[in-house]
């Protein structure tokens, strides 16, 4: 398993649009870091417009490292998806696009073990690309910035948590991103066990991100107790949960405490069964389906 999975990580990376994926977060990310240096304040002033006319507001201290991380994930987890399925979607169609998938299952190996594997390299590319992200939006953010205590928006109140408490907070969120952006590797996987070609599996799996995505925002009464909860889109973003401390009696954030885990535990957990659904039915329709180019 380790020799194929091996195999399958170096047909990964010996393409060179895998590659286009990291260059293009790191551009999007130098981007952002180059606006909000030089710009920064202003985009300060219109994200606490409302309480600039009662408080007197320290930009200089505010906009620091680890603020900037959290204005780049709010922007740049949107379209990982699309960097994603870019590889998911063609594990398999890209395979039987060039004649190879025939040749594959002759050799000692079953076919579930062979869907495994390719699976597992495409959540080693997937953490891979978050590892990139974060090591640009987060060290690079805290190197260029600096650090300090950071301050989240939340329901027009500004939340402060200490500097101190604020690392941990961004692995845990990395760490949910990661399965959030696994069930998308997932689903682009299942899509290309249908397909010849890897447009196709790409294409509909952003098609289907970006409808349940407006789906999982709109607001509807029905429609939000039955099926907006079971959406998987309506918890990709559950990581911001780790930013939302608890509070005393005064008002101020708990160190150390986040608000409502049990909720982003179950977020967690119905993400975690859409990545058993979406592996388990495509190993069960490639098992069955007849290779014949």
């Not at 710009?39 to 600039?52: E, V």
């Not at 780049?72 to 870019?86: G, R, S």
Request: cysteine-free; hydrophobic content about 55%.
């Amino acid at each position: 398993m380790w020799r194929l999975l091996q195999i399958e990580l170096f047909k990964i990376f010996k393409r060179p649009r895998t590659y286009i994926s990291f260059a293009a977060i790191a551009g999007m990310v130098l981007i952002i870091q180059l606006g909000l240096k030089f710009d920064g304040k202003s985009y300060l002033q219109l994200m606490m417009s409302s309480l600039s006319d009662s408080f007197y507001i320290p930009y200089g201290m505010i906009l620091n490292g680890y603020l900037v991380a959290f204005i780049i994930l709010n922007t740049l987890l949107i379209h990982v998806p699309l960097l994603v399925a870019l590889v998911a979607g063609d594990i398999v169609a890209g395979e039987a696009n060039m004649g190879t998938l025939r040749l594959l299952i002759t050799r000692p190996v079953s076919r579930t073990q062979l869907m495994l594997v390719k699976f597992a390299a495409s959540v080693i590319y997937t953490a891979l690309l978050l590892i990139w992200m974060a090591l640009l939006a987060l060290f690079l953010s805290m190197l260029f910035f600096g650090t300090n205590d950071m301050l989240v928006a939340r329901n027009e109140v500004m939340e402060q948590i200490g500097k101190n408490d604020v690392l941990w907070r961004y692995l845990a969120a990395f760490g949910y991103a990661s399965v959030a952006l696994s069930t998308v590797a997932a689903l682009a996987f299942l899509l290309s066990v249908f397909a010849e070609n890897s447009i196709g599996p790409i294409v509909s799996t952003i098609s289907i991100v970006i409808v349940l995505t407006i789906l999982s925002e709109m607001k509807i009464p029905l429609y939000d107790d039955t099926v907006k909860p079971w959406l998987f889109t309506s918890h990709m973003l559950a990581w911001k949960g780790f930013f939302y401390s608890k509070s005393n009696g005064e008002g101020s954030a708990i160190p150390g405490t986040v608000e409502n885990l049990p909720a982003i535990l179950r977020s967690l957990a119905i993400l975690l069964a859409y990545i058993v659904l979406f592996v388990a039915t495509a190993i069960a329709v490639f098992r069955r389906k007849d290779i014949l180019t």
